[in-house]
Structure formats: C-alpha cells, structure tokens
C-alpha cells in the first residue's frame, strides 16, 4: 500500500549545496510530477515527466534539473541550493497526464 | 500569474455553518479536479468534473463546473471540524501532455 514514496522528509541544506530528492511510485503509473508548495501559492509545477524517457519543464523549473531513472522514478536535483528554494516540495504521479494524480508525503527543505 | 484563483484565501467559521468556494480562469480546461490536503500530508482527490454545467455530490459537499469550463466551485453544507484543511483546485487543459495545474488554494477552518 505504499502508494508514492519520497525521501527525505526534511532536510537543511547550506546554500550553494547540491542535493537530490528520490521519489518512487508503485501503481504502474506514466505520468510523474515535481512539484513546490509554499504559503499563499497553491501547488507550482516544477518538472514533470509525461511518460518513461520525457521530462518537460512546469511553471518553475529554474534551479532544478530531474531524472526519470525508469517507469518508477522520478528524482529532483538541486545543484546550488539558494534560500528561495526553501519550500515544501511534492512528488505525484498520475495513470496520464492530467488524471488524478497521487501524492507523497512531500519534503520540508531549507535552505539557510 | 497563477492561472487558476481560487477565493477566498482563507475563511473561518463555525460547525453548522454554510459555504462555497470559487475557482477561477480566464482559460478553458478540459477537465477540473479538486483535493484536500491536511496538514503534513500531500493532497488527496475528492472529485473530478468532466463537462461543463456538471454537478458532482460527495455527501454534504457540492461540485460544479461552469458551462464554459473556466471556472468551479465548492459548496459544503453544515460544515463540521472534519472539513478542516487546504481545497486545492486543480485543471488539466486540452493538448498533449495536458499537466496538472493548481490553484492558489483555501484554507478552511471550522471550529465547534
């Protein structure tokens, strides 16, 4: 019953660290998705990877890069984490694009 | 520019009480979704709508779909402590690869 699955759960990084965040879904699902979260904002799309072997940008994919290492995983790296990058960030996956998509339990990172 | 507002932004009542949430595009989504989400925890489907005009129940709570497909709204019915939480609508557009939008969310307070 996992579902999606995200790791870490919080993490502070020092700016100008790198670091990756793994996500792994088990329900066969095509579509996965990165997305940030931060107060008054509502969800904002980061990256996305429609099915195995694409990846597009979202909304705000500035400062990030992805890697959809197969039809399960879907990874968010950062490569020189700065403060605005301090959010809570979501990991979904969905049968399609645009179906119901599937949530983690999300990552509080920090960046001081 | 978020494309898809949701209002209010915040609303507090109390158990018993009626109200409606509203969400707004200027753009025409082939389908809409909204989601809870409690806190700690990602967003979890309650209900898509498909065609303009359509109403959805889910128990005490009222979905619609505009005609034109630009915007939805959310009625709950005597409100209960339970309700509490983040309403996240969110909307798919028509097109290949049609990702998943979401709105500026509402958070929902309801006391005793």
């Known amino acids: 019953n996992a579902g999606v699955t995200q790791t870490p759960k919080f993490q502070v990084l020092k700016t100008g660290q790198s670091m990756t965040l793994q996500c792994a879904q088990d329900m066969n699902h095509n579509s996965m998705y990165w997305y940030r979260q931060d107060p008054g904002m509502g969800l904002r799309l980061i990256y996305y990877?429609?099915?195995?072997?694409?990846?597009d940008k979202g909304e705000v994919p500035n400062g990030y890069n992805v890697s959809r290492l197969n039809k399960r995983e879907f990874s968010l790296r950062l490569e020189s984490a700065a403060p605005s990058q301090t959010s809570v960030y979501f990991c979904?996956?969905?049968?399609?694009?645009?179906?119901?998509?599937?949530f983690g339990q999300g990552t509080r990172l920090t960046v001081v | 520019t978020q494309l898809l507002e949701q209002s209010p932004q915040f609303l507090s009542i109390q158990e018993g009480e009626n109200l409606t949430v509203y969400c707004n595009s200027s753009?025409?989504?082939?389908?809409l979704q909204w989601y809870r989400q409690e806190p700690g925890e990602g967003p979890v489907l309650l209900v898509t709508v498909v065609t303009g005009g359509e109403v959805k129940k889910l128990k005490r709570l009222t979905f619609q779909f505009g005609d034109a497909r630009k915007d939805s709204s959310l009625h709950i019915t005597a409100a209960q402590p339970g309700d509490t939480g983040l309403y996240l609508c969110a909307g798919s557009r028509t097109g290949t690869a049609s990702k998943l939008t979401f709105g500026t969310g509402t958070r929902l307070q309801v006391t005793l």
């Open positions: 753009s025409v989504f082939s389908s």
């Open positions: 990877s429609a099915s195995e072997g694409t990846t």
């Open positions: 979904a996956s969905s049968e399609w694009t645009g179906h119901e998509a599937f």
